[in-house]
């Protein structure tokens, strides 16, 4: 599936409903400076990252230092997961 120009994709036997991952190139999934930005500005303390994907950006806020809950419904991104992940 091709959205202005993102290629989605989906893991082997991932249901299409849930939405799959952006291949590569898409500024506004991963933005640090706004999120240091918000993060300041803002003074958050918790965040909650619901469908995380690989956990970039949980992991970001984490390592910033903000309490972090991150929930993805692809079994191939959970397993793949670059933050701590608890399975069911």
Known sequence: MTISGLQFVNGVDEEQHLGGN???????TYAPSVWDYVIKRFAVK???????????????????GVKTLAVEGLTFNVNHSIYPALHQ
């Not at 952006?22 to 506004?28: C, K, L, M, S």
Request: net charge negative; glycine share 16%; charged share 20%.
């Open 46 to 64: 918790s965040v909650l990252d619901i469908g995380s994907g690989l956990g970039y950006a949980a992991d970001y806020f984490f390592n910033a």
């Open 22 to 28: 952006i291949a590569e190139g898409d500024p506004r």
